[in-house]
């Protein structure tokens, strides 16, 4: 008989962006996006200048892989650059056609969200802001301040994470700092 999961409340803290109860919290260092960006002799310096430092961490409440339940939290992304391109969330599809709700806390950024059939999409993500990320589009949240961005998601429990397609493949645009703001570009390392 698989767990049963009855319902519960947690408080998030507005003022800082934070969940305050979670059972799965997930730090992501620099070494373990280092395929993910663009210039990776910038990502080996700063891993070695930095020791290494977290670039984002995410507080969960994760709930049994089955059909019908969720899985909440929220995502503290740190501001940085790695060459021009802003600090970002590896970025994944769902394996399974799921899916996810981001809402915007602190801080402001851009979701970038992309088809395996080659559409694109991008939505800023800042406090009050809702970001409906369909199922088959992959997502990769960047933070383009000088704080920390922080969001809330939620998403079914069973959508399964392809990290894989985006290790290999990336997405087709990268954001990156020209002249002191984001912009948008086509990645040259981008295969359909
Ligand atoms: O489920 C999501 O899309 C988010 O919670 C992400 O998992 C989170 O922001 C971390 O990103 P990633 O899973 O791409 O490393
Ligand atoms: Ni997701």
């Given at each position: 008989m698989p767990d049963i999961v009855k319902p519960y409340s947690v408080d998030l803290d507005l003022s800082i962006g934070t969940l305050r109860s979670f059972n799965k919290k997930v730090e992501v260092k620099l070494s373990e996006?280092?395929?993910?960006?663009?210039?990776?002799?910038?990502?080996?310096?700063?891993?070695?200048?930095?020791?290494?430092?977290?670039?984002?961490?995410?507080?969960?409440?994760?709930?049994?892989?089955?059909?019908?339940?969720?899985?909440?939290?929220?995502?503290?992304?740190?501001?940085g650059k790695v060459g021009c391109e802003y600090n970002m969330t590896r970025g994944h599809y769902h394996s399974r056609r799921r899916g996810e709700v981001y809402v915007g806390l602190r801080g402001e950024g851009i979701v970038v969200m992309q088809t395996k059939d080659g559409m694109f999409f991008h939505s800023p993500i800042r406090r009050g802001k809702v970001v409906y990320v369909p199922p088959s589009w992959a997502h990769r949240t960047v933070n383009t301040c000088d704080r920390k961005l922080s969001f809330f998601y939620a998403y079914a429990s069973d959508a399964g994470h392809d990290y894989g397609t985006i290790r290999r493949k990336g997405f087709a645009k990268l954001v990156v700092e020209k002249c002191g703001k984001p912009k948008i570009i086509d990645n040259p390392r981008f295969t359909r």
């Open positions: 996006l280092r395929e993910f960006f663009f210039n990776r002799e910038a990502a080996d310096n700063i891993i070695k200048k930095h020791n290494d430092p977290a670039v984002y961490v995410y507080f969960e409440n994760s709930h049994p892989h089955m059909r019908g339940e969720m899985n909440f939290g929220v995502t503290i992304l740190s501001p």
